[in-house]
């Protein structure tokens, strides 16, 4: 039976999707699997319950190329503690079943982060209140998802964009508990459970540069300070031909601290349709990041920051590795390409 067959029998039997069109839907990428290619790394998708078992196409490659997955959404404060104490586990709980049943990883995300909070986290809190409504927090999922995440985005986007002036960003963890804010959210995670790899993402740390240097001396005080923190991740949200060339140098600084690292977000912005050339030109910009992260022995996983074009983040901007239509495009093969350790396309 092929595997189309197969996981469109599973999906039906799990939900009731009307399967008519199937025949119209593509064929599984030339027999390529990235997810296989990457071994001994993870190859990853943001995941979307917006799309997962409601877009066959996009289910399909879901099921099919990826090794782990971080809930796009699911996992963040608004989403799944709305209200104080307070738990909807629901959408994030389909999204770990879904990676369980394809034999992949989670990588939750995220516990401290200066958006996407509830009103009542912002608010309305003293400074005694919010720490305890931030260990509560982070003690409830990690105890509800306890054996079932390889690694959680303890921290997300807290370093300032104003280095070297500032080194944290100014929001209500900051606000609240200045420069214990991240380390607090680090040690609650750990005292929870031990095995979950835990992250500090970030955005425009890729390259060698005034706010990574800033992550890089955070990271070596928590270290000498025994703060727990096991991995640094890179998001990688590139603009077409603005991959750093210090990408490769600086995860290997990081990697040298004794850390992991890991592309945890990775899309390449067209910022329009696109052509044969820009085609090209993401092809070759994905094949560089992938590259960097197989050159680093430390790198754990790359992870694509959703699966289509259609579903992306950014409308327009078609940056995945997937067309609308859920087909190949050359970022795809040169994807392929990278973690077979071919030269860029
Ligand atoms: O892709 C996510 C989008 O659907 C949400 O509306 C948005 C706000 O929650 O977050 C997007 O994901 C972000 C991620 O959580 C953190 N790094 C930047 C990502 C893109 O904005």
Redesign the pocket.
Known sequence: MALRSVLLAVISAIVSIPTANAASTPASSNNIILRNLAVPRFFGA?A?TTFLYHDLNYTEVISTQFSIFTP??EM?WEDIEPEPNSFDFGPADEIVRFAESVNAKVRG??FM?G??LPPWVNDTLTATELDRALQNHITKVMEHYRGKLYAIDVV??MISDNTPNETFKDNIWTEKFGEEAVPKALTYARAVDSQPKLYI?D?SIEGINSKSDTLYSVLQGFIADGVPIDAVGF?C?FYLGQVPDTLQQNLQRFADLGLDVAIT?LDINLQGPGNATSLEQQAKDYWTVVNACVQTKRCVSVTV??VSDDHS?IPGGNPLPWNAEKQPKPAFYAIADAFEGKPEP
Do not use: C, I
């Open positions: 943001a979307n796009e959404n963040k995300h995220n982060w958006s996407q997300n986007e993402n955005y998001q949200h977000e920051w959703g983040w």
